[in-house]
């Protein structure tokens, strides 16, 4: 059945994290730093072209069963709404920034500069506002409760595991780290860097710039890091959990059946066995000091020397703008986020398992 | 002047009426004015705010969906908790009963599709005060409640996803759970966990960690529901209803809904 759906047309390959993840990333990068491909890519037109052409790929691809199935649960719903909305909003945001920047170059103030001077009294004008919102919400849930019944599976049982178990659907990008991670890491290390790190922001960004309008061109590295964050390690990493990881957590292409069968090679290779066995042709040290030592170095080089490095070259202008304190904030941040792609990559390329591994101490990073 | 204008005198201006609300008809501004000044609902509101504040496309209006929200899931909460309750013996039966014997009955829907709906509108509230960068200063004490709010409307959803007591609930908050065994320092199963001992005695083991406290035993049982029951009805929607308190009084403090300086 699945060889006339639209989702056969798509390589086996191209489904794999390994394949689209790192092309999303380049891709992003590319787009949110090149004015002219954004410009192109918000114009009411394209966007509106986007939406047709993904419309249409889903109303098709409703025709297989499996994806029928994935998207009518009702609990991912709210997975299909929130790419509707995160896509408009990101559209929105972006156009009226662009068009800001235009009106910038053009010795203009933003959009939102003449408003901000009119007044306007919140009874009438806010408040029949939010009376409308509040009416359009109120319907739109009616609606939606009257049409779908609320899910409700078996009854608890410790006996019989689902498979695959999947947390809440807003928690399926952390539970797809647990893949490249371990637990303390994907589950509490990374949260709390994230909590930590969206509070952190106002107090690291002295950009005075861009408050109160949309723009990008005067707030391009903040905008695109917490793109990048939101966008592709949180919404993509959530689809990817909810659309593509089926049993036993195997990657399965769009459309394909869930088969509880399916095997995939597992075979990681811890680094100390690169560096010791394969490197230097000698059996793991005995020690567990010794044989992570290469890890220690690299990890430890990586958050020590790498902020250091940076502030002499990409990030020369940053760290004069910012300051000691800011900059190092700002940097281990970043490198922390570039390194959960880092291991994803290494992981997918040479199958990397663990920089350090010391299960002694259940410590494996 | 006509019967009916000498009633609607009558009416409007009887001590009743005026006893409720103190000021005329809202269409001169000192009324207006008064209509906001004078409703305990409506003055969270300033008088006046700037035309920008109030343009769709560059509010999105998610704060104030994501409150609106807020309210729906404490009415309709407070409608399922008349009928459920958290014990293993009952919750399961309490659910198919709201389920299979209410006729129409919408208000389970309504609170599981609308604490979807505001994980959602909180998240794309976040995204736009990042856009706009509206949390630069004065704005940075707000911008980190409201991090918190997020993080508190996760925890109420997630802490609420296992009371149905079906399989998706245990299994979903047994992988969510799972992890904070591994809370360094805390979790049984944490890095160095087992340097933590007195003596021969592991001190952090799986039934003195993190997620034993969390769940009441050893694995997601009805300790465990009853534990997120309390947190969903009542713990975290205080700390959420203090911290709402904080975030709103702090828009106004801080110059109100953001615009260009």
Known sequence: MAEHDVFSYVPTWAWQPKFFFP??????FIVIWNDRLIRFLVKPATALTVLAVATIIFCLGLKNPTFRAIVSKGDNIPIVMMLLLVGFFTWLALRRGTLNDDRIAQGLKPMEEDEAHQKVMVWPDLVYIEFICLILISAGLLVWSLAMKAPLEQPATRVDTPNPSKAPWYFLGLQELLVYFDPWIAGVLLPGIVIGGLIAIPYIDNNPKGQGYYTLRERRFAISMFLYGFLILWVVLINVGT????????????GDVWD???????????LSEYFWVLGMGQPLPAHWFVRELPGFILVGGYLVLGPA?????LFKKMYQELGFVRYSILVMLFLLMLSVVLKMVLRWSFNLKYFVAIPEFFFNI | MTAIQRIKQKFFESQVWRSIFRHGYPDTRRNQSLAVLSNVF???????????????SYTWCMGGISFFLFLVLTVTGV??????RPTAEFAYNDIVQLREDVAMGIMRELHRWGAHAMVISVWLHMYRVFLTGSYKPPREFNWAVGVILLKLTLLLSFTGYLLPWDQLAIWAITVGTNMARATPGAGHEGPFSSMIKLGDIPLLHSGSDVRFALLGGRFVAAPALLRFYVLHCVGFPLIAGVLMAVHFWRVRKDGGVSGPL
Request: hydrophobic share 55%; charged share 15%; no cysteine.
């Open chain 1, 309 to 313: 490095i940076l502030a002499k070259t």
């Open chain 2, 42 to 56: 409506l003055h969270l509101h300033p008088v006046s705010v700037r035309k920008s504040g109030i343009r769709l």
């Open chain 1, 243 to 254: 659309f593509l990881r089926g049993p036993n957590w195997n990657i399965f292409p769009l």
């Open chain 1, 260 to 270: 509880v069968h399916k095997i995939e090679v597992l075979n990681n290779v811890n």
């Open chain 2, 79 to 84: 409608m399922l908790m008349f009928y459920y």
């Open chain 1, 23 to 28: 092309i999303l990333s380049l891709l992003f």
